[in-house]
């Protein structure tokens, strides 16, 4: 399990009152994204499909005086993530932010690939995200006001070789953001994209160290992200700063794609 206590640099009070759902928060960046949440004063509903991971995150945070609920749910379900919302609001009778973080990859050059490994990788990456969008607009619209704030990749930027599937999903989510941004700008909701470059999780551990190299020679900060560098830039993106902010994409990759 990975939380982290690094310090958050934003007001203690800057989301005081919110209620934010963040989606596979149970480990890296997910799990940062909650913590820095609950710093900044948000109420903090947190899922992933392992209740063990994601209840010790919701104690370790409850644990330091904050409002976390955790929730068992697989986001490629729409069941779930109905239930998913349907608790939220119970709870706090209103979702102000959501983070689509949760995301599997399924690595294989395409002529290998197999059905059910793009399959996966869309139903999680692409179509989970839009299942959670779609089931928080009604009770947004209903506030006259949100944040959705999706987690791309800068492989949806570029490409990779080896990850058709997970390039695919990811510019799929930047399609997805755009699309929603004009459906529901008028009505006080905004909805933008991280693409993160190299941060360093469980995720980036699997890839070979010679990899790992050739990837850093490609960044001009000459280092990998943190999960609290994607993690700052959701709470800026949450916050009032970035009210006249939609339909972006915000990258948090060290220069790695310019
Ligand atoms: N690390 C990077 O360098 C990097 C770069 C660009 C983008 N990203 C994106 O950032 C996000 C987080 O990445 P990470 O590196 O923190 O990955 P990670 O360490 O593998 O964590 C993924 C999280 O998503 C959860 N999850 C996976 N499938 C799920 C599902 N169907 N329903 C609910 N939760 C699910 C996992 O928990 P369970 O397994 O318990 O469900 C876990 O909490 C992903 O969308 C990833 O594509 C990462």
Not at 20 to 48: K, M, P, Y
Not at 176 to 204: S, W
Not at 211 to 230: A, H, K
Request: proline share 2%; net charge negative.
């Amino acid at each position: 399990m990975a939380v982290t206590t690094a310090q958050s640099t934003f007001r203690e009070d800057l989301l005081n009152g919110k209620t934010a759902i963040v989606t596979g928060a149970s480990r890296g960046i997910g799990a940062a994204i909650a913590h820095r949440l609950c710093e900044t004063g948000a109420n903090v509903v947190i899922c992933s499909r392992s209740a063990d991971t994601i209840t010790q995150v919701a104690n370790t945070l409850q644990d330091s005086g904050h409002t976390v609920q955790a929730i068992v749910a697989d986001i490629s379900q729409k069941a779930d993530v109905e239930t998913l919302i349907k608790k939220t609001i119970a709870q706090f009778a209103q979702i102000d932010i959501l983070v689509n973080n949760a995301g599997i990859t399924r690595d294989m050059l395409l002529m290998r690939l197999k059905d059910e490994d793009w399959d996966a990788v869309l139903q999680t990456n692409l179509t989970g995200t839009m299942y959670c969008t779609r089931a928080v607009l009604r009770p947004m619209i209903r506030q006259r006001s949100g944040r959705i704030i999706n987690i791309s990749s800068v492989i949806g930027l570029m490409g990779n070789a080896g990850q058709a599937n997970y390039a695919a999903a990811k510019a799929g989510i930047l399609g997805l953001t755009k699309a929603t941004a004009k459906e529901v700008g008028a009505r006080g909701i905004t909805v933008n994209a991280i693409a993160p470059g190299f941060i360093t999780t469980d995720m980036t551990a699997q890839i070979p160290e010679q990899s790992q190299e050739q990837i850093l020679e490609m960044i001009p900060l000459r280092g990998f992200g943190d999960p609290e560098d994607v993690a700052d830039a959701v709470c800026f993106l949450a916050s009032d700063a970035a009210r006249y902010i939609t339909g972006q994409t915000l990258q948090v990759d060290g220069g790695m794609v310019m």
